[in-house]
């Protein structure tokens, strides 16, 4: 079982910047995927970004591409989002999610936290 706890969705001016922190738990093989999701009012969740347990290359949805980062604190099983230049557009639930590998697809996710909400409006 792995646990996974958001945090760090806040209220943000357009072009601000905010990280998000996703604490996770459990068992967790070097092998698997973790990813950043969103879901926006009234559309479907959607991939953002992702990357290996291990390491390697990161992959990004290309409307964050450049602006988003994804991260791993090795020593605390921490993830992170970096959101730089933020747009209004980027409004929504944010969730991470752990898979036996590394997908864009939320259905071959296993792992869910429970959400954290970005806003960012003037």
């Known amino acids: 079982q792995v646990q996974l706890v958001e945090s760090g969705g806040n209220w943000v001016q357009p072009g601000g910047s905010l990280r998000l922190t996703c604490a996770a738990s459990?068992?967790?093989?070097?092998?698997?995927?973790l990813a950043w999701f969103r879901q926006a009012p009234g559309k479907e969740r959607a991939f953002v970004a992702g990357r290996w347990w291990w390491g390697g290359s990161p992959i990004y949805a290309d409307s964050v591409k450049g602006r988003f980062t994804i991260s791993r604190d090795s020593a605390s099983n921490t993830v992170y989002l970096q959101m730089n230049s933020l747009k209004p557009e980027d409004t929504a639930v944010y969730y991470c999610?752990?898979?036996?590998?590394?997908?864009?697809?939320?259905?071959?996710?296993?792992?869910w936290g429970q959400g954290t909400q970005v806003t960012v409006s003037s």
């Open positions: 459990g068992r967790i093989s070097s092998s698997y995927g």
């Open positions: 999610a752990v898979s036996t590998g590394l997908y864009t697809d939320v259905g071959k996710y296993d792992y």
